[in-house]
C-alpha cells in the first residue's frame, strides 16, 4: 500500500517536472544557434565598411578604436570579419537602396526599439562568440528573461578599461538591474567591490552555470573556499550551519554588521542556541545573562566557530 501511495505521489511530480522543463525550453529555445542566424546573403548584397563610413563617419570612427574595431577594420581572420559593419548589422544594400535610416533595409541596429528579437540578436554575437565562459549561456537566468548581449555591453565604442561593457565597471553595469545588491555593497562591511580589488565575476558568471545564482562554483561554499580556504576543513568538529551554507549567516553583497553577518552578535547564534541552561537573552538582567554586557558576544568564549580539530572542541571554544 505505501508503495502504491509513493507511485502516486512520484508519478505528478514527474510530470510537473517535465511540463516546467519543457516550457523553459520553449522560453529558451532549444534550435541551434545556426537556425536563428540570418540566412547567408548573396556578395553582391554586401557594399563594404567605406560606404558605411561615407553615411555614419562619426560612429566609424568611435567603432575604430575600439577592440573589434580594430580587428575588423584593419586585420580581419576571414572572409566574415573582413564584412565589417555588415557582419553583425547584415548586408548593406537594401539599407543604401532605402536611403538610409534606421531599421531600413532590414538593418539590425541592435537598439533597445531594434524590432528584431533578443534571440536573433543573441544569435549573431554567439556566432563568433559561444566558446568559454558563454558555453551555459542558452537556458541561463539572463537568456530565459530575454536580456541581451548590448544590455550590458557596447561593442561600438569605448566605455569600460575591459570586456566592452556598457559601463565603466562591472558593478555599475550588473547594478543597472540588481539594484538590492549594489545598495548592498554601501553599507560599511562589505565586499571590496568598490575598492577594485574583485568584481561580480569573480563569484559569478553572468553568462550562465550549472549551479544556483550564477555561481562559477558548484555552491555558495565552494564559492566562498576559493578565497576563504582555511574555512574549508574537514574538521574533527563541525558546525552544522557552516557546513550546510556561508550564507547562513553571511551575506555576501554586504550588511551594517561586522563580518558580513546577518544578524549583529550575540543575536545571530541565539537564533539556533536557546538550550537550557545557556544564557540565551543577549542583554538580560539576569545574572547569567550579565555576561552578554556592550562589546562582548558568544565569540568571546567559542572563537572557532566554523569548526574546531582540538579534541575538546564540541563546542568551538579551542
Avoid at 94 to 123: E, L, Y
Avoid at 245 to 252: A, F, G, I, R
Avoid at 257 to 263: I, T
Amino acid at each position: 500500500m505505501s508503495r502504491r501511495r509513493s507511485a502516486l505521489v512520484v508519478v505528478p511530480a514527474l510530470l510537473l517536472f517535465v511540463s516546467v522543463a519543457s516550457c523553459a525550453r520553449a522560453r529558451t529555445g532549444s534550435e541551434p544557434i545556426e537556425a536563428l542566424l540570418p540566412p547567408p546573403a548573396p556578395a553582391e548584397d554586401y557594399i563594404g565598411v567605406q560606404l558605411c563610413r561615407a553615411c555614419h563617419p562619426a560612429v566609424a570612427a568611435t567603432f575604430a578604436k575600439t577592440t573589434m574595431g580594430r580587428l575588423f577594420l584593419n586585420a580581419p581572420r576571414n572572409a566574415k570579419e573582413r564584412h565589417a559593419c555588415e557582419t553583425c548589422h547584415g548586408p548593406g544594400k537594401a539599407h543604401m537602396q532605402a536611403g538610409g535610416g534606421r531599421g531600413k533595409g532590414g538593418m539590425i541596429s541592435f537598439a533597445k526599439n531594434d524590432p528584431t528579437p533578443i534571440a536573433v540578436r543573441n544569435a549573431i554575437c554567439l556566432d563568433c562568440h559561444a566558446k568559454g565562459d558563454r558555453l551555459f549561456w542558452r537556458g541561463s537566468a539572463h537568456a530565459s528573461r530575454d536580456v541581451a548581449c548590448t544590455s550590458c555591453h557596447r561593442v561600438m565604442e569605448n566605455i569600460s578599461a575591459r570586456h566592452n561593457l556598457a559601463k565603466v565597471n562591472e558593478i555599475e553595469t550588473c547594478g543597472t538591474c540588481h539594484l538590492q545588491k549594489r545598495a548592498q555593497q554601501l553599507r560599511s562591511s562589505h565586499m571590496p567591490l568598490r575598492e577594485g580589488k574583485m568584481s561580480c565575476s569573480s563569484c559569478h558568471n553572468p553568462h550562465g552555470t550549472v549551479s544556483q545564482a550564477l555561481l562559477k562554483e558548484g555552491s555558495p561554499n565552494e564559492t566562498c573556499y576559493t578565497c576563504h580556504a582555511e574555512k574549508r576543513g574537514p574538521f574533527l568538529w563541525e558546525h552544522a550551519p557552516v557546513s550546510e551554507s556561508c550564507m547562513n549567516c553571511h551575506e555576501p553583497h554586504g550588511t551594517n554588521h561586522e563580518k558580513l553577518l546577518k544578524v549583529a552578535m550575540p543575536r545571530l547564534c541565539q537564533q539556533c542556541h536557546v538550550l537550557p541552561g545557556h544564557p540565551s537573552n543577549p542583554y538580560g538582567t539576569d545574572a547569567p545573562s550579565l555576561k552578554f554586557v556592550v562589546a562582548r558576544q558568544c565569540a568571546n568564549c567559542h572563537t572557532n566557530v566554523h569548526g574546531s580539530n582540538h579534541p575538546a572542541g564540541r563546542f568551538f571554544a579551542r
